[in-house]
């Protein structure tokens, strides 16, 4: 049996035996550690590997290294072995440049030398590297083949799927010769994009999320009627309570529209959260909160729309889009919200071909030498022009107000003020939006002297306030003028119950005006938008519930 390879580069002889020695102590029975003396002999050995078909499970890199640095290595070593997890060496002196450094590029952590005792400094970071690594597998991504046009919004809408919900895959464009092959192999033509080819042959033509789901193998099906708690939404909040409901014995199915992870999913990089001083890809820490929740022993639905939400009697159901329904004891409502549209002409009739919302990281190799443009002012939008800045030409940032300041995390503020190519345009909007088949040009408007003028654009990514979704909840629970959910203390009326409320206590903090459907996360009115609040609002939720069902 082929072992992985855990693959270490320094400069200093002596540091690069000791590493060596290090990792053979701990992963030697199941990985084969190689060692390098400079970063030219480890991309020649990372080139026969690959050639022998051995795969790479991590890769770390001394940063101070004579004509080429660790960064500089890992971005080519990254062509090579894209999945393999990555990690600087660095002396103490050199920690800012470092994390700078892994601001930008999509490096895993990084080491301070020396790291003794390995138990406590070297080990945790290299099993975290593992486990990112086992997550994510080494298998061919050949597997999965996905044809399109990248004008194609459909297209747009099946790629962006497939990444948020982390299926391995392998896209082909109807502009390559392998990708026309592949149309006439599945009997397809150019008008039938998107087309999907799983690895057993089945061909699904320009297929809806749920059949993606359904022929990749995500689960859409629950597997009982009746649970103890349903969690719809699964974005931080979702998450969060999925796994403290599971791990607390609760029956719980976690059901979720298109991906879990939310916006939160989307974020090239979280620096700001707990536990993840080097920052942690959005995609990294759902992928580990849902494996985290099914560990547990919660269930996870993807691509099902929930349309309805009633009570019967003590039960509280959910009714989806296709007719059915499921019951529970109680529900938690974690659906977040959703980027508001932007309101200029050309923007509708061009979203999926050029013009985006939220980040689409899919979208970034694609942006490679282009004039790229992102709407917003707040994290997210700062998050997505560090990522794109490393694909494009240049990113500029279109901020409608005065300033960052006020809508920015200041940490992100100056990586945006140390990048180069990143351009910040104040006081700016989008007037309108141009291009025949895809996107090709914005006009853009400064508010402060009416000027007007138009630019070439690749791709306008946008990140505008927030729209909670809940509109399908009708009047089945109460919602304040912009949509958000009412709950607990904000239900009160001079400090009196609701109307209507049907027991003898007050609504719990996070309990919505109908009892047994309670709210967490960016959906909850006057909620905290950040990941970490959400996160605890989920857990937190998990108790009341229990609280709930013990005075029923």
């Known amino acids: 049996m082929i072992k992985p390879v855990l693959l270490t580069v320094d400069d200093d002889p002596g540091v690069s035996r000791a590493v060596a020695r290090d990792l053979r102590r701990r992963y030697g029975e199941n990985y084969r550690v190689v060692r390098a003396d400079s970063a030219a002999q480890a991309l020649e050995a990372l080139r026969e590997l690959k050639l022998r078909g051995e795969p790479v499970a991590a890769m770390l890199a001394d940063y101070r290294m004579p004509q080429m640095n660790g960064i500089e290595f890992l971005e080519e070593a990254m062509d090579?072995?894209?999945?393999?997890?990555?990690?600087?060496?660095?002396?103490?002196?050199?920690?800012?440049?470092?994390?700078?450094?892994?601001?930008?590029?999509?490096?895993?952590?990084?080491?301070?030398?020396?790291?003794?005792?390995?138990?406590?400094?070297?080990?945790?970071?290299?099993?975290?590297?593992?486990?990112?690594?086992?997550?994510?597998?080494?298998?061919?991504?050949?597997?999965?083949?996905?044809?399109?046009?990248?004008?194609?919004?459909?297209?747009?809408?099946?790629?962006?799927?497939?990444?948020?919900?982390?299926?391995?895959?392998?896209?082909?464009?109807?502009?390559?010769?392998?990708?026309?092959?592949?149309?006439?192999?599945?009997?397809?033509?150019?008008?039938?994009?998107?087309?999907?080819?799983?690895?057993?042959?089945?061909?699904?033509?320009?297929?809806?999320?749920?059949?993606?789901?359904?022929?990749?193998?995500?689960?859409?099906?629950?597997?009982?009627?009746?649970?103890?708690?349903?969690?719809?939404?699964?974005?931080?909040?979702?998450?969060?309570?999925?796994?403290?409901?599971?791990?607390?014995?609760?029956?719980?199915?976690?059901?979720?529209?298109?991906?879990?992870?939310?916006?939160?999913?989307?974020?090239?990089?979280?620096?700001?959260?707990l536990g993840f001083p080097d920052g942690v890809s959005g995609a990294q820490l759902t992928d580990r909160a849902r494996r985290q929740a099914q560990k547990f022993g919660a269930e996870v639905l993807s691509a099902r729309e929930v349309i309805g939400l009633q009570a019967r009697g003590s039960a509280r159901i959910v009714r989806f889009g296709d007719g059915t329904e499921l019951t529970a004891h109680a529900i938690i409502l974690a659906t977040g919200v959703s980027y508001r549209t932007l309101e200029a002409p050309g923007i509708a009739e061009l979203t999926g071909r050029g013009v985006y919302y939220g980040s689409a990281m899919t979208q970034g190799p694609s942006c490679e030498g282009e004039d790229v443009y992102i709407v917003g002012g707040a994290n997210s939008a700062g998050q997505a022009a560090v990522f794109f800045s490393r694909y494009a030409r240049t990113v500029t940032v279109l901020v409608r107000g005065a300033s960052l300041h006020s809508s920015m995390s200041h940490y992100l503020i100056k990586q945006l003020d140390g990048i180069d190519n990143i351009i910040v345009r104040t006081s700016t909007v989008v007037g309108a939006a141009h291009g025949a088949e895809h996107l090709e040009k914005l006009t853009l408007c400064d508010r402060s002297s009416g000027e007007e003028n138009t630019v070439p654009a690749g791709s306008l990514f946008i990140f505008i306030g927030a729209a909670p979704r809940t509109e399908w909840l009708g009047e089945a629970v109460r919602r304040d003028s912009r949509g958000f959910v009412l709950t607990g203390p904000d239900l009160l009326i001079d400090g009196r119950r609701p109307p209507g409320w049907p027991v003898e206590r007050d609504p719990y903090y996070l309990e919505s005006s109908l009892p047994g459907v309670l709210v967490a996360g960016d959906a909850r009115a006057e909620s905290v938008k950040r990941v970490a609040s959400a996160v605890g609002e989920g857990a937190m939720a998990v108790t009341l519930v229990h609280r709930y069902l013990e005075d029923r």
């Open 80 to 273: 090579i072995f894209p999945l393999a997890r990555r990690a600087l060496l660095t002396a103490y002196a050199d920690t800012d440049a470092a994390i700078q450094a892994i601001n930008v590029v999509d490096v895993d952590h990084y080491l301070l030398k020396p790291w003794e005792p390995p138990e406590e400094k070297l080990y945790p970071v290299v099993d975290a590297l593992i486990e990112m690594w086992r997550a994510l597998g080494d298998r061919p991504v050949e597997e999965t083949k996905l044809v399109g046009h990248r004008w194609s919004s459909e297209s747009y809408r099946a790629r962006d799927f497939l990444a948020r919900n982390s299926v391995p895959y392998r896209w082909y464009s109807v502009d390559e010769s392998e990708g026309r092959r592949l149309l006439d192999a599945a009997g397809a033509a150019v008008e039938d994009v998107p087309v999907l080819i799983t690895a057993e042959g089945a061909v699904l033509r320009n297929p809806s999320d749920a059949e993606i789901a359904a022929a990749v193998g995500l689960s859409t099906e629950p597997a009982a009627d009746f649970y103890d708690l349903i969690v719809v939404g699964a974005g931080p909040a979702g998450l969060g309570a999925a796994v403290y409901g599971a791990s607390e014995g609760l029956r719980t199915v976690l059901v979720e529209r298109a991906a879990t992870g939310g916006q939160a999913g989307q974020s090239s990089r979280i620096e700001n959260y």
